[in-house]
């Protein structure tokens, strides 16, 4: 894709996704109120909320908004199948997971949401968590409903 058809495609599904992006804003400034510091991501394509006070630790993705109860994405943490002892994944770096989600969202705009929550919220059954590992993992395979390209061809 060239360069004019990239920023196009960016710009349409940063609108496609605005009303989340607004939720996620609302939630990074209420936790600025607390300590909470916003920077632009552009890597993740993101406006990143670090230190997030609320939540049990780690990152939450909104439409273009990362919600982070850390000082950097820049950290390793391990995949959901890993963490529920199904292989032997290796860590993966935050920020390629949430970026991952900021794609989903950039796609599916105000679907995301209903869809993610429909595919069993957060839990390694959600073929988004395991698609933004996958992602993580390999710099590939974002999309949810994408083909996985491991030897046995399931669908993940």
């Known amino acids: 894709m060239n360069r004019a058809a990239r920023a196009c495609a960016l710009a349409l599904g940063a609108a496609w996704t605005l009303p989340n992006t607004l939720i996620g804003v609302i939630g990074g400034l209420a936790g ?36 982070h109860t850390g000082d950097s994405l820049d950290v390793a943490c391990t995949t959901y199948a890993r963490r529920a002892g199904l292989c032997e994944d290796a860590p993966i ?23 993610y929550l429909l595919c069993g ?32 061809g399931r669908r993940s």
Request: glycine share 10%; with cysteine; net charge positive.
């Open 93 to 115: 770096r935050l920020g390629d997971h949430e970026r991952a989600h900021v794609y989903q969202y950039m796609v599916l705009g105000p679907l995301f949401l209903p869809l």
């Open 32 to 67: 600025m109120t607390r300590g909470a510091q916003c920077r632009w991501q552009a890597r993740d394509l993101a406006l990143v909320f670090d230190r997030w006070p609320w939540g049990p630790g780690g990152a939450i993705t909104f439409g273009n908004v990362i919600l």
């Open 121 to 152: 919220g957060i839990s390694v059954r959600n073929r988004f968590e395991r698609a933004a590992d996958r992602y993580a993992l390999r710099g590939h395979g974002w999309w949810p409903w994408a083909v996985d390209d491991s030897t046995d």
